[in-house]
């Protein structure tokens, strides 16, 4: 593929590969492209890794999001908001996974709390008919 390789396009090259590894350790949030070296074929391999790195870049934010709105979710939940939901979306199996189950364990907590204010309710108003019950999962 590559004829001969000048140090300057190794060490441009190597740069290249820093700045990836830097950028998917969230070491920095953007990432500067290499468009053009002078160097036909250097430049289609770069090609094909900005191409790479774009995609790369859409699914680190969109797992991002999703941790976001679980760390916003839960800071409403810490203040007695069960109401809330997560909405984004990744494709990252791990992160789609931990958001369906803070979403479940959301629902639970809603059905839950629901339940007991309404006996409570109830209860104060001297009606005792209501029971509150519990899951066996409780």
Not at 74 to 83: N, P, R, S, W
Not at 103 to 125: G, P
Request: with cysteine.
């Amino acid at each position: 593929m590559f004829g001969s390789v000048s140090k300057k396009e190794l060490k441009i090259i190597d740069e290249y590969f820093e700045q990836f590894v830097s950028f998917v350790k969230y070491e920095q949030n953007n990432f500067k492209y290499i468009e053009k070296t002078g160097n036909k074929d250097l430049d289609e391999m770069f090609q094909k890794w900005n191409r790479l790195i774009e995609s790369t870049d859409i699914r680190i934010k969109d797992d991002i999001k999703v941790i976001g709105e679980i760390v916003l979710t839960t800071d409403k939940v810490e203040q007695g908001i069960f109401q809330c939901r997560i909405k984004a979306n990744t494709n990252n199996p791990m992160i789609a996974t931990l958001k369906k189950t803070v979403n479940k364990m959301l629902d639970s907590l809603d059905t839950h709390m629901h339940n007991i204010e309404d006996s409570l309710k109830s209860y104060s108003n001297d009606d005792y008919t209501k029971q509150i019950e519990i899951s066996p999962k409780l």
